[in-house]
Structures are given as C-alpha cells and as structure tokens.
C-alpha cells in the first residue's frame, strides 16, 4: 500500500504543478476570471487516481521503468476525469460533488446580479470549465517528457477514448427516463465509465511503453469487467453509501431516474405492488428520506441489490483471471490486484 499512496503523491504533484501554472495564465488575462480558475483548481483537488495509476501500470507492464515523463503522462488521465465529472454533474444538474457545490451551482455567486439569466450563465460558465480541463488533458499529455516516437504510439487510443466516452454520455441522456434493461444499462456503464477507467488508461501507458498485442488484448480481458464492476459499485453507493463519505446524494440516481443496471433489476424483479411503487418514485424531485428507505427496501427485496453484488464479484473474478494468465512482472501484478480490490471493495 505505501507504493500506491507514494505513486498517488506523486501524480498529485505533477497534477498541481501543472494545472497551477495553467490558472495563473488564465487569471493574468482578468481578474474577473479569478473564480473560474478556483472551480479549476477544485476540479483536480481530489480523487482517488486511479486512472492515472493504471496508465502508469500500462507502462510498467510494458517492461519499461519508473519515470517521471510517464508519470506526468498518466496524470493528464486524471484530467479527463475531471472534466467529465463537471460535464457530468451538469448534465445530471448535481448540486454536490464530493461534499462541495458543483461548478454550475458554485459559479452563480459569480455571474453578475445584473444577469438576464444568472443560473444558465454559470452553467455556460461550467461547460467552458470542462472543456478547458479536456484540452488540459491533451496539452499536459503531449508535453510530458516522453519521446515524440512514444506519444504518436498512444495517440490514436486518444481519440477512442474521447468517442467511447462521449458514446456513453450520450446513450445514458438518451435512454434516462425510460424504463431500463440490464444489458442497457450494462452497455452504458461500459463505454461511460468502464473503459476510460481502466481499459483506455491500461492501453494508454502500454502503448507509450511498446506493449504487445498481446499484452493489450489481456489489458481489455482484465479492464473492462474491473471498470464495469467499478460503475456497478458505484450505482450501489449512490443509493446505500453514506453521503459523509461519497459526498452525494443518496437520492440523485433516484430522481434522475438513471438508467442503472441496479434499478434494471429491481423493475424486473419486483413483485407487481413494489415494482408500481418504484415507478410512481422514479424521477421525482421532491423525494424525501422515507421515500430513499422504501426503494431501498424495494431493491432488497426485489434481489437487485444482491444481484448486483453478484455481478460485481464476478467481474472481479474475471478480472484476476486475466491477470493470472497473462504473464507480467511481479510488481505490476501485485499492484494490478491491490487495485482490483481497491476498485471493487470501496465505500466511496
């Protein structure tokens, strides 16, 4: 566990380094822009690194050693997280993100009083942080340090993940408000969470280290099931974690009515009176703490939260049977389980 706490340290670094620099540019241009660049900075200000990790696993499996350059590499990963959690909660209308306002709620302090319209001006406003954080991302990538040779091999997995990712956002708008299949919600998990999680990064730091295809197509049979067993385990917290601890509402999937494969399975699995009683629930804003304990109560009874547990663990067992039979050196093997279990076993 120290090298995983020691490596997120240093992607923190090069993170705070790089994105500091950056805001002070912004704000030279007025200091007008000032708050913008605090939703900047509050955008990176935390998180669990665990993309960048596995980019920089991706690189280590390739046989290459510890770098500074690929370290800088992986920590742009961590920058399109960022910038998708800000799209994200603007496109869900979140008000919390870790315990704090999001940027679209944050940045109505900032619009003028004088504003024809102050809450669509500081969601424009969040938008532009967003996408800022995407070119970020790029920029930080291309300047790492790394020969140009090693960054042309990774570039085009790039733009697969910004496609797959978008995909993803776009069939969850899509498909919110009707009633969801598993295999659905299933498919919108893999290309909006699973693979820029774990299997882009992984391919990420391989290909910039000179990974095999061999070595890639084991980075996919171990990424995809451990990212989507990532999103099933988030799906869970959103309704049963602790808002001390996650910093959301237990509520939000609820009222958004998100296509998630846990509410999948209880609209399928529920008996005729309960499965009514969810749907007359779903997508209400006025939704209180009774209401959270009868869905609850639904989705245990129905066993979608049971079967949810299920098809997480058994991701995560195909997960570690990709890494088992893929041979690796030990380091990166060992760290690759230690984050499995990260990943999968979390309260947050």
């Keep these: 566990m120290r090298a995983a706490h020691e490596l997120r340290a240093r992607i923190d670094a090069e993170l705070v380094a790089f994105v500091e620099g950056e805001i002070a540019l912004l704000e030279q241009i007025d200091p007008q822009l000032v708050p913008i660049g605090s939703q900047l900075r ?159 990064p992984l391919h990420i730091g391989g290909l910039l280290g000179g990974a095999s295809e061999r070595l890639l197509g084991a980075f996919s049979a171990y990424g995809v099931p451990l990212g989507e067993a990532f999103q099933l385990r988030d799906d869970l917290l959103a309704v049963y974690g602790d808002p001390a601890v996650t910093g959301k509402s237990n509520l939000d999937d609820i009222a958004g009515r998100r296509p998630t494969a846990l509410l999948a399975h209880a609209l399928h699995e529920a008996c005729d009176a309960d499965r009514t009683t969810l749907r007359t629930l779903l997508g209400r804003v006025d939704l209180d703490a009774e209401d959270l304990a009868t869905v609850r109560t639904i989705l245990d009874h129905s066993g979608a939260r049971a079967r949810t547990e299920v098809m997480i663990a058994d991701r995560a067992v195909a997960a570690r049977a990709a890494l088992a039979s893929t041979p690796l050196p030990r380091h990166c093997a060992d760290a690759l389980h230690e984050m499995t279990h990260a990943v999968t076993v979390r309260t947050f």
């Excluded at 998180?47 to 350059?69: E, L, V």
């Excluded at 909660?89 to 870790?98: C, G, P, T």
């Design 42 to 200: 509050a955008a990176i200000a935390d998180g669990k690194r665990i993309r960048a990790a596995f980019c920089y696993w991706g690189w280590r499996s390739a046989g290459q050693a510890d770098n500074d350059a690929a370290t800088r590499a992986a920590a742009a990963m961590e920058l399109v997280h960022a910038a998708a959690l800000v799209h994200d909660d603007l496109i869900d209308d979140s008000a919390l993100r870790r315990g704090l306002p999001t940027p679209h709620m944050a940045l109505r302090e900032t619009v003028p009083s004088g504003a024809p319209d102050p809450a669509n001006a500081a969601r424009s406003l969040a938008m532009l942080v967003g996408d800022l954080l995407m070119a970020w991302a790029g920029q930080l990538f291309a300047t790492c340090g790394l020969p140009s040779a090693y960054l042309a091999r990774a570039r085009p997995m790039w733009a697969a993940l910004a496609r797959e990712l978008i995909a993803g956002e776009c069939l969850e708008i899509l498909r919110t408000g009707a009633e969801p299949g598993a295999d659905s919600s299933i498919q919108i998990a893999r290309y909006k969470t699973a693979k820029y999680t774990v299997e882009h």
